[in-house]
C-alpha cells in the first residue's frame, strides 16, 4: 500500500512484530532450566484508528510495555512493521514520532516547580515564552492543577504529581499518547477518581492513545476497544461489552470480569444435550455441538435456589464453602464435594444471610454459557 493510501485508515499500525531480547553478547536469553525463553512478542498485528483509545491488558510479563516501547521507538522490533500516521517508524527516532509517553512513577524534574515541569517540553521545542505559558495554563485547568502550579513535585500527593505528568504529556499535544500503567503506584480511590479523568481528557483532545494496564477493571471502564495480550501474543480485540459477552477463548473469558468465569468439563452429545459438571443442560444452542468441551459460566449466569422451588428438580447440589460480603453484592464458593469436586464462585445482590456449609441448589440458565473447545486452542465455538 501506498503512503496516501494508508493515511486516515489507522493512525497507529503494527504489522507483524516479533521481538526477542539477547544478552550483551547476542545469545537469546536462558531460564533457570538452561532453556531458550520465549519471544516477548510474537507477530503482534494491531491496528488503531484515529482518536481511539486502546486499552492493552493482560498478566505481567506478557508484552504490554514491549509493544508500547516499540511504538515509541524506545526499543526496535526484530521484524515487522510500525506506521503512525501513514509513515512507516522504521529508522525514525523517538522524538520525530510526536508520541508523549506516561509511565508509573514518571519522573517530573525535582528542582523545577509545576509549572517549569509543565512548560519544559515546549521549552526544548523552543515555543517562545508567552506561548508557553498559555498551554501549560490550558493543560492545568484541564487537570486541576492550577492552585499547584507554584509548587515543587516534593510538595505533591502521588496522584498530583501523576497529573502534572499527564499535563506535560498533553501541553505538546502530540499526535499519539502511549500510557503504561500511570495509575498502578497509586491507591484504588485515587485510580478510580484518575481513570475517569484520563478517559475524559483523552477523548475531549481527541488524541490517538494506547493505554496499557494488568487491571481489568481498568480495561472495561476506559477502553473503547481492550486487546487481550498473553505470552506475546494477542488473544482478541474488541469493544468492551463483545469482549465480555463474547470471549474469544477461556483465558480471556477468566480475565475480564469479577469473580472470573466459571470453567466446567463438558461433554456435548451431538443432539442437544450436555453435560457440563453436575449440570445437564438442554437447549438448541448445543444442537451441533458434539464431544468434549469447555462450558463457561459467569458468576452473574449462576441461580440459587431452594428445595421445592421451581426448576429444582433439575439443580445441582452444592455446600456454601466461603462467602465474601462487599455491601451491594456478596461473592459466594460453591463446592459440590466429593472425588471429583466441582467449585463455582457466584455473585448474589446484597447480603447473603445463609452460614457457610449450607445446602443450595443451583440451576444454570443454558443459553448463557459460553463453550470453548476442549484442545489447546480453546476457541469459542459458534
Ligand atoms: N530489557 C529487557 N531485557 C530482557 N528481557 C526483557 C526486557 N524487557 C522485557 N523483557 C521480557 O520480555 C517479556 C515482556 O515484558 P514486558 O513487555 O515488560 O511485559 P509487561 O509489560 O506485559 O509486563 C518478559 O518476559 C520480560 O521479562
Ligand atoms: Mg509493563
Not at 486541576?144 to 499535563?167: I, N, T
Not at 503504561?180 to 492513545?209: H, K, M, N
Not at 481498568?218 to 469482549?243: F, H, N, Y
Request: net charge neutral; hydrophobic share 45%; with cysteine.
Amino acid at each position: 500500500m501506498t503512503h496516501k493510501e494508508r493515511e486516515g485508515t489507522f493512525e497507529i499500525e503494527l504489522n507483524a512484530v516479533s521481538k526477542a531480547f539477547v544478552d550483551a553478547s547476542g545469545r537469546s536469553l536462558r531460564n533457570a532450566e538452561g532453556k531458550a525463553t520465549a519471544p516477548a512478542l510474537a507477530s503482534v498485528s494491531l491496528a488503531v484508528p484515529k482518536g481511539e483509545l486502546l486499552v492493552i491488558v493482560g498478566p505481567s510479563g506478557c508484552g504490554k510495555s514491549t509493544t508500547l516501547r516499540i511504538v515509541a521507538g524506545l526499543e526496535e522490533a526484530d521484524s515487522g512493521e510500525v506506521w503512525i500516521a501513514g509513515r512507516a517508524m522504521k529508522h525514525v527516532p523517538p522524538q520525530d514520532r510526536d508520541v508523549a509517553m506516561v509511565f508509573q512513577g514518571y519522573a517530573l524534574y525535582p528542582q523545577m516547580t509545576v509549572r517549569e515541569n509543565l512548560e519544559f517540553p515546549l521549552k526544548m521545542q523552543k515555543v517562545e515564552t508567552k506561548a508557553r505559558r498559555k498551554r501549560a495554563d490550558e493543560a492545568a485547568s484541564m487537570l486541576r492543577l492550577g492552585p499547584l502550579m507554584a509548587r515543587l513535585p516534593s510538595e505533591l500527593s502521588g496522584g498530583e504529581r501523576q497529573r502534572v505528568a499527564m499535563g506535560r504529556a498533553i501541553v505538546r499535544t502530540p499526535r499519539v499518547f502511549l500510557f503504561d500503567e500511570p495509575l498502578s503506584s497509586l491507591d484504588s480511590a485515587l485510580r478510580q477518581e484518575l481513570r475517569l479523568e484520563i478517559g475524559a481528557l483523552v477523548r475531549e483532545l481527541g488524541v490517538t492513545s494506547i493505554y496499557v494496564t494488568h487491571d481489568q477493571v481498568e480495561a472495561m471502564t476506559l477502553a473503547d476497544r481492550i486487546c487481550v495480550m498473553q505470552k506475546g501474543s494477542v488473544l482478541q480485540v474488541a469493544s468492551p461489552r463483545e469482549m465480555y459477552e463474547s470471549p474469544a477463548t477461556p483465558f480471556v473469558a477468566t480475565f475480564l470480569g469479577t469473580p472470573r468465569m466459571n470453567l466446567l468439563a463438558g461433554v456435548a452429545d451431538g443432539s442437544g444435550g450436555l453435560v457440563a459438571g453436575p449440570f445437564r443442560l438442554e437447549s438448541p444452542p448445543f444442537a451441533r455441538a458434539s464431544g468434549k468441551l469447555i462450558v463457561g459460566v459467569r458468576p452473574d449466569d449462576v441461580h440459587l435456589s431452594n428445595a421445592g422451588e421451581a426448576g429444582f428438580e433439575r439443580a445441582a447440589r452444592f455446600v456454601v464453602a466461603a462467602s465474601e460480603p462487599l455491601g451491594a453484592e456478596t461473592h459466594l464458593v460453591l463446592r459440590t464435594g466429593g472425588v471429583e469436586e466441582v467449585e463455582m464462585r457466584v455473585r448474589v445482590s446484597g447480603f447473603y444471610t445463609r452460614p457457610l456449609g449450607s445446602v443450595v441448589f443451583v440451576t444454570l440458565d443454558a443459553a448463557r454459557v459460553h463453550l470453548f473447545g476442549a484442545d489447546a486452542s480453546g476457541a469459542r465455538l459458534p
